[in-house]
């Protein structure tokens, strides 16, 4: 079948490597996509957005499929609106719809969603436009650091951590009085911080079953030692060793099956990845948030281990058969690291040409923003590639990715040296 794969990331290059490893697949379109998607078939020069342009592109290149990398338009509603359209109905879309995707759109839904359905996460608030004060009161019973999010989607900004009350009380003024996201900060949500250590555990569910994908751990802060701005994500890990046999069934049992439960109670039909940032709390599970999505660079990670037919494992999704479908996974480690533009997650520059790569032979590499100019590559973003190695070992796969990390050579480049550091010695 022919497959329309929506996104331009790291992960949507992950993605494509192991969908056209499939035999179901005859031809990948990538839209818009970067340097690595275009040499798993072909980029499509669309906006992920335009949904008008998707449906016209599924009818006249016979799309079978459609898989969402990106939460925008899921949060937007590209899976309704597809499968609501005469032309686009038979096409299988990978991904919810949009009351589904309000668990990412909507930290306030989330919240509610959870609190419905009994699944652990950190107590809160939720704060509108004119009960500013009610949030300062709020803010008084709680103690540092506090958390403040904004409820819709803020291309992963939205959240603010700070260790006074003086701070809290100013970034409420900013998200709610000064809308310093727009519509996005219309609410804000109050919450209790929690002290652990963070998974991202990964779903694939077709409404009624579900499975398990590997898990990972994602370095978010640009600095070395979790420092500095927080940033897309630096670097993953998979497996990750504290997310053990004991500590995953909580998960599974507490988190997971009431989260699948809990959407057929509420008539929501889902039908793609559910991505749950999960803080064990000294080895008790906790949801920091729902994603309607893959993570990356988490995607960059476990893809490479996962043995089984990608397509196969969509194709059960889309079509409610995921009861028969068998997970096959690698246990060797993957360790990703992420080399961003200099500059990153601030002002960084584009267009450096890129060198080095073909001499990489024992790691992955997954392009993110990165693109063909005159002949040449070039840095196009932030995250410019992500490397995976793996290796029976985490830190001989660290060990690898770094060295490589060397060798991909861009002006301005930087990267952290420090993925998988804290988890070499568990
Ligand atoms: P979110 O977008 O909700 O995932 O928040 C971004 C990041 O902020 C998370 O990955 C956590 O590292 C951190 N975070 C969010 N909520 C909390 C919380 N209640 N306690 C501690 N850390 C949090
Ligand atoms: N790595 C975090 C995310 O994809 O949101």
């Known amino acids: 079948m022919n497959i329309l794969l929506l996104g331009s990331g790291g992960r949507e290059h992950a993605l494509a490597c192991k969908i056209t490893q499939s035999p179901l697949c005859t031809k990948l379109y990538t839209a818009p996509g970067n340097a690595g998607t275009q040499m798993c078939g072909e980029n499509v020069d669309m906006v992920i957005n335009d949904f008008l342009s998707i449906a016209a592109f599924i009818k006249s290149h016979q799309i079978k499929m459609v898989v969402v990398g990106p939460e925008e338009p899921l949060v937007k509603g590209i899976t309704d609106y597809l499968n609501e359209n005469i032309d686009t109905r038979e096409v299988l879309v990978i991904g919810p719809g949009r009351a589904g995707s309000q668990l990412e759109g909507s930290k306030e839904f989330a919240k509610g969603f959870m609190a419905r359905h009994n699944i652990p996460t950190a107590a809160y608030k939720s704060f509108e436009a004119g009960s500013f004060h009610e949030g300062v009161e709020f803010l008084k019973t709680l103690n540092a650091p506090y958390v403040l ?94 997310a053990n046999e004991l500590f995953m069934e909580k998960v599974k049992t507490r988190i997971i099956q009431p989260t699948i439960e809990g959407l057929n109670k509420e008539s929501i039909d889902y039908k793609g990845f559910i991505f749950i940032g999960i803080m064990s709390i000294e080895g008790e599970p906790f949801v920091v948030e729902y994603n309607a999505r893959l993570g990356d660079p988490e995607t960059e990670a476990i893809i490479p281990r996962i043995k089984s037919d990608l ?4 194709q059960a999704i889309a079509t409610g058969t995921l009861k028969n479908y068998t997970i096959e996974t690698d246990p060797n480690y993957a360790v990703t690291i992420v080399l961003v533009s200099g500059g990153y997650p601030g002002k960084y520059v584009n267009g450096y040409e890129m060198t080095g790569i073909t001499h990489i032979e024992d790691s992955k590499l997954y392009y993110a923003g990165a693109c063909h ?16 190695s793996l290796d029976p070992s985490l830190s001989k796969a660290r060990e690898i990715s770094l060295k490589n990390a060397q060798i991909v050579s861009f002006q301005n480049k930087n990267y952290r040296k420090d993925i998988g550091l804290d988890l070499q010695n568990e």
């Open 311 to 314: 397509v196969e494992m969509l």
């Open 373 to 388: 100019s005159d002949n040449k590559l070039v840095t196009k973003g932030g995250r410019v590639i992500a490397i995976t």
């Open 149 to 242: 999010k904004a409820d819709g989607l803020a291309a992963g900004k939205g959240v603010y951590i700070v260790n006074t009350f003086d701070e809290a009380v100013e970034g409420l003024d900013h998200m709610l009085n000064k809308k310093a996201f727009g519509n996005a900060s219309n609410k804000v949500i109050i919450e209790e911080f929690m002290h652990g250590i963070e998974v991202s555990v990964f779903v694939a569910t077709d409404g009624k079953d579900w499975i398990l994908l590997p898990e990972a751990k994602d370095y978010k802060r640009i600095g070395e030692g979790d420092t500095g701005p927080n940033t897309g994500g630096m670097g993953a890990v998979s497996p990750v060793p504290f």
